[in-house]
């Protein structure tokens, strides 16, 4: 049998995330002087081995609501695949080669211009509204990096770095449903409008860790 426990938010907390200094695994909040851990972007797998070892340690997190929940704590043994599980597993891996192999061969005999298209710079710039108007201090950030910036008092943006084609910019705010804007034009600048909504899913403040249970040997 596993081991489960249970997370809930103990003490909400009212500080903006999106102004914290960008940490490894979330952020750092001035007003308590600590690291606030981001859950919000973790599987369940992920949530359960970090507290593997954590269930009596304080800490801060930002949660989905779906997120506060009952986990269960999983073993790391390996599974055992019979024969015909091997040799279906052979063929899939000849067969992902092989398709790998023809896309390779595809993508060398793209077209020039295709290629030119998706090696354009854009400078990018926008507006941030929401269902009241401009709306400031949106961070707005390239997806997979740190580089980024924030809507002025107005809800504007100008991105700090060139763009690409198939780029994709992540606009966020506490309080508001994130967004993901992928660049399609090839034209030399982009000027974008990007309407946020509002968010209840989110929530932040210091992790209470029960313990539901422990399976008797």
Do not use: H
């Amino acid at each position: 049998m596993k081991n489960q426990f249970s997370l809930e938010i103990s003490q909400p907390c009212s500080e903006n995330f999106n102004q914290f200094k960008p940490t490894l695994k979330g952020g750092f909040c001035d007003s308590c002087k600590t690291e606030v851990i981001d859950f919000s972007k973790m599987n369940s797998e992920e949530i359960t081995n970090y507290f593997k070892t954590r269930s009596s340690q304080d800490l801060c997190g930002r949660f989905n609501t779906n997120q506060l929940k009952t986990y269960a704590k999983t073993s790391n043994s390996r599974k055992k695949y019979g024969f015909w599980s091997g040799m279906a597993l052979a063929f899939l891996s000849i067969f992902s080669f092989n398709t790998s192999q023809a896309q390779t061969e595809v993508s060398n005999k793209a077209p020039e211009k295709i290629i030119k298209d998706q090696e354009k710079k854009i400078k990018v710039k926008g507006t941030v509204v929401d269902e009241m108007g401009p709306f400031a201090d949106v961070s707005v950030v390239l997806q997979g990096t740190e580089i980024g910036t924030v809507t002025d008092f107005d809800g504007n943006f100008e991105f700090p770095k060139l763009l690409k084609k198939g780029d994709v910019l992540v606009f966020s705010y506490v309080g508001l449903e994130s967004k993901k804007v992928v660049i399609n034009s090839t034209n030399s600048k982009v000027e974008l409008k990007v309407t946020m909504k509002s968010d209840t899913s989110i929530l932040m403040g210091k992790v209470a860790v029960k313990k539901v249970y422990k399976s008797k040997k």
